[in-house]
């Protein structure tokens, strides 16, 4: 009843608001709902609010509800789906359990087209071939340097890199618009299978025109990580970013600082008049040839960028590294180390596909690394020590205490007889002086 005066609100274009006590009969009755988190006093929520109105009326068809929920009143519920700022868009389905965070645009069109792509289950199964899944058209979504297209198939439970699907399905739900998933033709895959995870990714125009022959196979890979929804969503949000991109103050949350990463930025001189987008596709295409070259090369993953030298970051960096803001250049930037300032790697003579897949490959294998100062390698000793110090204890926790209460005993015994044989000498030294004046 409840859900049903809660579609007829939006059907009238009132938006519904739920409470901790109509959460589950409203959000639990849809088979996919927004919940948009609000405060009454957050200005971008009153922006917000006849987006969501107008989405709500035009997806009313395709089975969505769309309901808001205040947070300052509703503080429990912010608290049980961690939410922290306003305004907070997760995507539900009816098991509540499983949820995600809304990543689209927020603006009406936008709303209704992420939810419409969410429908269904985040593994379609397949009506044709398995392997031509894999073969992702370099015409799909062209607006996208690439398409990420994932590959659920049942494998034993003790193969290498296999997971359970009911981790594959959760960790796909968050990426339900980056990352298009499907399971063989045939028999639906139970949850409690295990599964091992195939990815392709196409490479659109701009590697096609560049004349690239492997476009229209482009290589496969597996998934060999954890067993763990956290593990398989990071690997998959790295491989769904896209392969090429301009390094902007934007773009760079994107790209920059994630751990165990590396950033090839290739530097840009300053395009001639009425040459800036001939620039940008000339090199793009050069990029994501060394992007589908390098994508599988066994080491750290590496966001492949490009920015001119005379933008703010460009600037920068060319600052800070040594760089010819007048030639093209590639760098390197490591993440794979934690550091205030992270290592470049510039890539030596003038930058073309070949020595730049080179010089990617060189820092995935590790054969960039920039040798440590005496004091680096002092602290890298010192902390290995540390390290083993603490396995120790942690293997062996009776043994070392037994240790420790001995060291300690036998420190505690000696500075007690060092005591008395100190008292001792300086009361025998008076004696000794009045002896020898007799």
């Known amino acids: 009843m409840l859900a049903l005066l809660a579609v007829g609100a939006a059907a009238l274009g009132g938006l519904p608001h739920v409470t901790k006590a109509t959460f589950n009969a409203t959000v639990g009755a849809t088979p996919l709902a927004l919940v948009a988190f609000t405060a009454p006093w957050c200005g971008h929520c009153q922006k917000l609010h006849p987006e969501l109105e107008t989405a709500s009326a035009e997806l009313l068809g395709?089975?969505?509800?769309?309901?808001?929920?205040?947070?300052?009143?509703?503080?429990?519920?912010?608290?049980?789906?961690?939410?922290?700022?306003f305004p907070e868009l997760?995507?539900?389905?009816?098991?509540?359990?499983?949820?995600?965070?809304?990543?689209?645009?927020?603006?009406?069109?936008?709303?209704?087209?992420?939810?419409?792509?969410?429908?269904?289950?985040?593994?379609?199964?397949?009506?044709?071939?398995s392997e031509a899944w894999l073969s992702p058209a370099a015409t799909e979504q062209q607006q996208q340097p690439a398409t990420l297209h994932v590959l659920v198939e049942q494998a034993e439970a003790d193969a290498a890199g296999?997971?359970?699907?009911?981790?594959?399905?959760?960790?796909?739900?968050?990426?339900?618009?980056?990352?298009?998933?499907?399971?063989?033709?045939?028999?639906?895959?139970?949850?409690?299978?295990?599964?091992?995870?195939?990815?392709?990714?196409?490479?659109?125009?701009?590697?096609?025109?560049?004349?690239?022959?492997?476009?229209?196979?482009?290589?496969?890979?597996?998934?060999?990580?954890a067993d763990e929804e956290k593990a398989l969503l990071r690997w998959m949000t790295m491989l769904a970013r896209p392969a090429v991109g301009e390094l902007t103050d934007q773009s760079a949350r994107m790209y920059v600082g994630m751990r165990d990463t590396g950033v090839a930025i290739l530097m840009l001189p300053p395009p001639l008049l009425g040459r800036v987008e001939r620039q940008r596709e000339f090199y793009t295409q050069q990029?994501?040839?060394?992007?589908?070259?390098?994508?599988?090369?066994?080491?750290?993953?590496?966001?492949?960028?490009?920015?001119?030298?005379?933008?703010?970051?460009?600037?920068?960096?060319?600052?800070d590294y040594p760089l010819d803001p007048n030639a093209p250049t590639l760098l390197i930037l490591d993440f794979t180390k934690r550091a205030r300032k992270p290592a470049g790697h510039r890539q030596e003579g003038p930058f073309d596909v070949r020595s730049a897949i080179a010089h990617v490959a060189a820092f995935k294998a590790g054969d960039l690394s920039i040798p440590a100062t005496f004091f680096e390698n002092k602290l890298e000793a010192?902390?290995?020590?540390?390290?083993?110090?603490?396995?120790?204890?942690?293997?062996?926790?009776?043994?070392?205490?037994?240790?420790?209460?001995?060291?300690?005993?036998?420190?505690?015994?000696?500075?007690?007889?060092l005591d008395r044989y100190l008292d001792a000498g300086v009361a025998a030294a008076p004696a000794a002086k009045v002896k020898k004046e007799k």
Request: hydrophobic share 45%; net charge positive.
């Open 62 to 85: 395709d089975g969505v509800t769309v309901v808001e929920i205040d947070a300052t009143l509703e503080r429990r519920l912010a608290e049980q789906f961690e939410v922290k700022a």
């Open 287 to 319: 990029l994501l040839e060394v992007a589908q070259t390098t994508q599988l090369l066994q080491g750290p993953t590496v966001f492949l960028t490009w920015a001119h030298s005379t933008s703010r970051i460009g600037q920068q960096l060319v600052k």
């Open 90 to 129: 997760l995507v539900f389905r009816r098991d509540l359990d499983t949820y995600a965070k809304y990543t689209g645009a927020r603006s009406a069109q936008g709303i209704v087209q992420h939810m419409r792509a969410r429908r269904g289950p985040a593994c379609a199964p397949l009506s044709g071939a």
């Open 382 to 417: 010192l902390g290995e020590w540390f390290e083993y110090f603490f396995l120790l204890v942690v293997d062996q926790p009776v043994e070392i205490a037994a240790v420790g209460v001995g060291v300690f005993g036998a420190l505690f015994f000696a500075s007690r007889y």
């Open 162 to 225: 296999a997971l359970s699907f009911e981790t594959a399905e959760r960790a796909l739900e968050h990426l339900r618009v980056q990352v298009l998933c499907a399971t063989p033709a045939g028999e639906p895959i139970p949850l409690s299978a295990r599964v091992r995870l195939r990815f392709a990714r196409a490479f659109p125009s701009a590697a096609a025109s560049a004349g690239s022959s492997s476009v229209a196979n482009p290589p496969v890979g597996v998934y060999g990580g």
